[in-house]
């Protein structure tokens, strides 16, 4: 038996491929695993359906297994197993929609393949394996719930293509930075992108970091040149490179892309640019995901947090006997109009006061869903359950839904070694223990998993999730925020302002063990845990920039005792924001984060106002860098479909001319050339087309920069037509110097 760690998996025909990395080399080995599905039916009916695919040839074999089909029924019924040829699969689907309406119902129809071998065998991505030199047997020899795993050592080498115009530039040269430098500009185009590939095999990379923009400028252009079929970067030369089709979708009212998954097969590509997981917890984050999620590394990048809990959901599926149905089976329980108004709620609110404010104290429930789901055994096939007694059993509070006290369900079985490992991280991170930055890396991954299994029991198409199951979390969630809020006020403490699952409050000299001692009178009260996220200097709560009389929930900021900054809902937190913009907004936060009073923060207006001038003069004398200027907004329809000429649809539309077609969720950036032009074609430039010494409208950043100022000092009365008072006026347009 031979040792490693598994890199990579993927189907190919009736078998599983497995790369499996030793440091510094890697091996492949080949198990037969085809395709399969579930069937249940009556017993006259199943008998018939297994002759006939028999019959016909369609399965390679069949066989009857019991295993459980619904998750709020726990008694085994016979179903049938039918194992198929991986070309003949999707040719049967019509035929199982079919049969569909004829009262046979179909169980892992559509469970990726790769994962649920992982899941059959136990295995994990990223996890250390033993397996024989023929790689017939293979068993894992880790624990995927350690907490202090190893790692597998990966090589990594990064790809960047030029030029970046437009993907249907020519490819002038390919640089490649790892442990040796260098680029390939020599020859004709297509040699260079060959070379690239001969280049990847020398040096022989587990993870290539390639972004998905340079990724379609490559592909382009290797069609062009009728190449194609050579693009082969994986390890597996018989797979050329694929390339399937992004897809834009709606989530919470907003538009989003999904970028086109293209495997590097036997290596891992990961798109630093269009990766959220890797942006936000780096390649300590993404191991740690493919670890619990078993979902492959390359894969997992591209993938949503709900893809990952809903991975280990259906894992945990697997593990109970409990078949995946092709089609969610959970309706919603009927419910009044009464009933509705007093269940279906949200979360519980205090609204803020608006103003200045010092000494306040922000106390936070740690994963305060996750943590309700956990510990109140919440889960669709446990809230309303069939076997209890709903008068013996706990109660959600307002609703009356009744828990199910015989057995532990199957969200709470997934969520709690997340939130005991996220706490342990937590914890290290707190100590500053050795490997402490990984380990923020990998609590920051999971906190994304625990923030999504909340929202997917609410979700239509979730496997497992249930209205009502949401519903109770939410009531839970307001009862111990009443609960919470109570307390603090029979301890002496004001409730400024509260959002769900954070209390921001006030008591005259109260120090930070008095937080804590609240913090333990409170988990008392709620069974939950809950921390003291800082005491304030001071903080600000703005008004809404509609109507100044009214407070906005998630719209303030405010410096710790420590002078750790927080702001939620101003410039420096959007998207949009363009660099320089930030840098003078965060600047000014700095200068004032020092004051300890009303009355010093006043006195520092005059030097945040020195800042505003002195970023107004770079920017007027083109002292800054095109990626300051840079703003970044997702469009949200196609070119074509704008009614308007706005910023983001000339912009789009220019791409669209040179080939570029913005897909609906994908974000554009572009600079503002003339704001005040007549002709919208004159007004922005897409970055792809911005050359150094072009033109900017420096009057119109200067003017941000002056309202990003304004927004720290409106609720003191010193809002924006007092700060552009004091900058002076100079010529609207500037070039870079």
């Not at 090589?155 to 020519?170: G, Y």
């Not at 097969?265 to 917890?281: A, C, H, L």
């Not at 702001?567 to 840098?583: F, H, N, Q």
């Not at 990626?627 to 970044?632: A, G, T, V, Y």
Request: charged letters at 30%; aromatic letters at 10%.
């Amino acid at each position: 038996m031979r040792e490693g760690w598994l890199l990579d998996i993927y189907p190919d025909g009736n078998d599983m491929v497995l790369w499996v990395t030793r440091g510094g080399s890697a091996r492949s080995f080949r198990i037969h695993y085809p395709p399969y599905f579930y069937v249940s039916a009556s017993e006259g009916r199943l008998d018939a359906l297994r002759g006939g695919m028999e019959e016909e040839e369609v399965s390679i074999s069949t066989g009857y297994e019991l295993k459980r089909t619904r998750i709020r029924d726990y008694e085994r019924r016979r179903v049938l197993r039918v194992e198929v040829e991986s070309g003949r699969f999707n040719y049967l689907i019509p035929r199982i929609q079919s049969l569909e309406e004829r009262g046979y119902r179909f169980f892992n129809v559509d469970v990726p393949r790769a994962q649920g071998f992982l899941y059959e065998r136990d295995l994990f991505p990223m996890g250390r394996v033993s397996f024989s030199s023929l790689g017939s047997d293979i068993e894992s020899l880790d624990d995927r719930f350690s907490t202090d795993y190893v790692p597998p050592p990966l090589k990594e080498v990064r790809m960047d293509v030029q030029p970046k115009t437009s993907i249907n530039a020519a490819v002038e040269s390919i640089r490649f930075e790892g442990e040796e430098e260098f680029e390939l500009d020599g020859g004709n185009e297509g040699e260079r992108i060959l070379d690239a590939v001969g280049a990847l095999d020398e040096l022989d990379p587990d993870v290539v970091y390639l972004t998905g923009r340079d990724l379609s400028q490559i592909s382009r252009r290797a069609a062009a040149r009728g190449i194609s079929s050579e693009l082969r970067f994986g390890r597996d030369k018989t797979r050329a490179l694929s390339r399937g089709r992004g897809k834009s979708y709606f989530s919470y009212g907003t538009v989003y892309y999904k970028q086109p998954y293209s495997p590097f097969f036997g290596r891992m590509r990961i798109d630093p640019e269009n990766s959220f997981m890797y942006e936000d917890s780096g390649m300590e984050g993404l191991v740690e995901l493919a670890r619990l999620t078993k979902i492959p590394l390359q894969k997992s990048s591209t993938t949503s947090p709900g893809t990952g809990i809903s991975s280990m959901q259906i894992d945990q599926a697997y593990r109970d006997g409990l078949l995946i149905p092709w089609r969610k089976q959970e309706p919603e329980e009927f419910k009044s109009a009464l009933q509705l108004l007093e269940c279906d709620r949200g979360g519980f609110i205090f609204e803020p006061g608006k103003g200045f404010y010092t000494g306040i104290g922000e106390i936070d429930f740690a994963s305060m869903y996750p943590s309700i789901m956990e510990r109140h055994n919440i889960s669709p096939e446990t809230v309303l359950c069939d076997c209890c007694d709903g008068a013996d059993a706990p109660s959600v509070p307002e609703c009356g839904y009744h828990i199910c006290t015989r057995r532990r369900g199957l969200i709470p079985k997934v969520i709690a070694p997340l939130l005991e490992r996220r706490a342990y991280y937590k914890e290290q991170v707190r100590r500053g223990v050795e490997g402490a930055p990984g380990y923020d890396m990998r609590q920051k991954a999971i906190k994304w998993l625990l923030v999504t299994c909340f929202g997917y029991l609410g979700y239509k198409n979730a496997r497992f999730g249930r209205v009502e199951a949401h519903e109770a979390v939410t009531a839970f969630g307001r009862d111990k925020l009443f609960k919470s809020a109570r307390a603090a006020e029979e301890a002496g403490y004001e409730v400024l302002h509260g959002i769900v699952d954070s209390l921001w409050l006030k008591r005259g000299g109260a120090t930070e063990d008095d937080y804590e001692e609240l913090c333990e009178r409170i988990e008392g009260v709620t069974g939950l845990r809950i921390s003291l996220e800082g005491i304030y200097r001071w903080i600000v709560f703005l008004p809404s920039k509609m109507d100044p009389q009214v407070p906005v929930l998630n719209r303030y900021f405010g410096t710790f005792e420590d002078g750790e900054i927080k702001a939620r809902g101003i410039e420096l937190r959007r998207s949009d924001t363009p660099g320089i913009v930030k840098r003078a907004q965060l600047e000014m936060l700095n200068a004032l984060s020092e004051a300890r009073d009303l009355e010093e923060y006043v006195e520092r207006i005059g030097r945040c106002v020195s800042i505003i001038r002195r970023y107004s003069r770079w920017i007027r004398e083109g002292d800054v860098d095109v990626e300051d200027l840079i703003i970044s907004r997702r469009a949200s329809k196609a070119p074509w479909e704008y009614s308007n000429l706005s910023s983001i649809a000339v912009s789009s539309l220019k791409l669209h001319r040179t080939g570029k077609t913005v897909k609906p969720g994908q974000f554009i950036g572009y600079v503002v050339t003339d704001s005040s032009s007549p002709d919208p074609w004159e007004r922005v430039e897409p970055v792809e087309f911005y050359e150094e010494g072009s033109r900017y409208d420096a009057d119109k950043y200067i003017d941000d920069v002056i309202r990003a100022g304004a927004t720290l000092f409106e609720g003191l009365g010193y809002g924006y037509e007092f700060m552009r008072s004091l900058v002076t006026d100079g010529s609207r347009q500037r070039t870079l110097a």
